[in-house]
């Protein structure tokens, strides 16, 4: 009886143990699962299969014993059939004295190398089978014995549960990791509004948490078919992959979105509805493919395809993953048709008031000015005498005059050429002169923006902000003095508009009163930022451009 080795043996259980309730990553607590069996029992081979969700096959096989020459010349791991099904359908401990000659055995691989003794134990917890160990080849012949098979039931109990820790830590760390993508995602709808930029985020962030392949969103065009507007795939994939067009008809996109039901495909050869053509073109062997639905409105469909790894086929957990971050890309799209939509219609009623503006300036100035020369002009040919003739031909000039001078302050209304020419300072400046002309409010302007021109998007808009600003002053302010200060700092440009008039109470006035809704939409597409301060001694309006370097 050798009772030293017996203590030596539970004492290399205890310790294994310990190790293996310490482990947290699966892959780690698996492989030192099958090197402890092996070493407690003598055997030359071990390995571990775990069974997969259905509970009829394996997901992952790991070995001891075999280096890796060999374990790349055996080629595709076991399925789970012969004795190994035996172990997965009867979940219950088997000894053999030789593997080969039990007809439940399914034979090997070429290049597998020998094995007879054979001892297999199920890896249960709870009633649960999480996987099997197998053993063979115990040392110098031997079979394995009932001593054997009680130790590696209990190593096996040990294990299941901390294969089960293992399982459940990275079960949390994945939903932190989605939890967090989600969150990013959230933020970016918020924040982005790029809608390429916030859909490829999506995409980049599925297949990351899925480990696919590929990941594309699919969009319908006008002309009724959907084109693959964004993708991310492994290498430079996605390049060959954007812009491609599919068949509302015929493409497996179209069907989803037509039903706006998700689907989970294991083949892609196996399903009719796929055009193999269009599969072979993009490579892919199984997918999941969500319709984006928003408002009762399907808009999208998100793809993704081929995990990676054994099985290349996806989960059910896989699935509702992707419906979560599909529902998000479905708001981001919703959100960007309507605030196009939105300012399509604020482009149009801006366009309509300014038409009304102009008609206005040219019936009432202009034509008259118009009108009044031809009545000149026939005074001049009804003259009675020179001197009538005369006179009536200067009236006529000063009314030519005026009319040029009304028009050219209409065509610097609508777009000085000192802008273009020169520059916003410049432009700025006969803007000044031109009102404090007209008006006569003393109007002064300081600037120092250096000798570098600022980007037209960002002249244009501070160059009618100050127009808006001052047409204010006349309406509004009844103010005597304008000062207009332009200074570039760090990281932009400002500029402010101050007057001395009556003021107002900025809590009062709405939001887009005194035009101050369309000064802040103009900002807003530079990333620009407005500041009202007004009170007894006047208001002041500070707008500030962020320029990129």
Known sequence: MSTGRDESRLRRLVDAGIVL???L????VLQKLVETAAGLTGAQYAALGV???SGHALERFVTTGIDAETFRAIGELPHGRGILGVLIDEARPLRLHDLTTDPRSAGFPPDHPRMSTFLGVPVMLRGVAFGNLYLTEKAEGADFTEDDEELVTLLASQAAVAIENARLYEASTRWSRQLESLHEIVRALGQETDLEVLLELVCRRIRELLGARLALIALPTAGGELHIAVADADGDDAEGILGTLLRADRSKVGRVLQRRQSVRVDSVLDDPEIDQEEARRLGIRTGIYVPMVARARAIGVVAVHDRHGRDSRFSDADLRLVEIFAARAAVAVDLSERVARDTVRRVVDAQEVERRRL???LHDETGQALT???????????????????RAETQVRELVVQALQDVRALAVELRPAALDDFGLVPAVERLAET?????GIATAVEASLGPERLPPEAETVLYRLIQEA???VVKHAAASSVNIVLTRREGGVSAVVEDDGQGFDPESIREDALGLLGMRERLALLDGTLTVESGDGGTALVAFVPLKA
């Open 435 to 439: 009102f404090a002309e007209r008006t």
């Open 21 to 23: 309730s310490s482990e």
């Open 359 to 361: 008609a206005r300036e």
């Open 372 to 390: 009044s020369i031809l009545l000149g002009l026939r005074s001049i040919r009804a003259a009675a005498d020179d001197e009538t003739a005369e």
């Open 51 to 53: 069974i997969d969700e």
């Open 25 to 28: 990553s699966l892959d780690a």
């Open 470 to 472: 001052l047409t204010n």
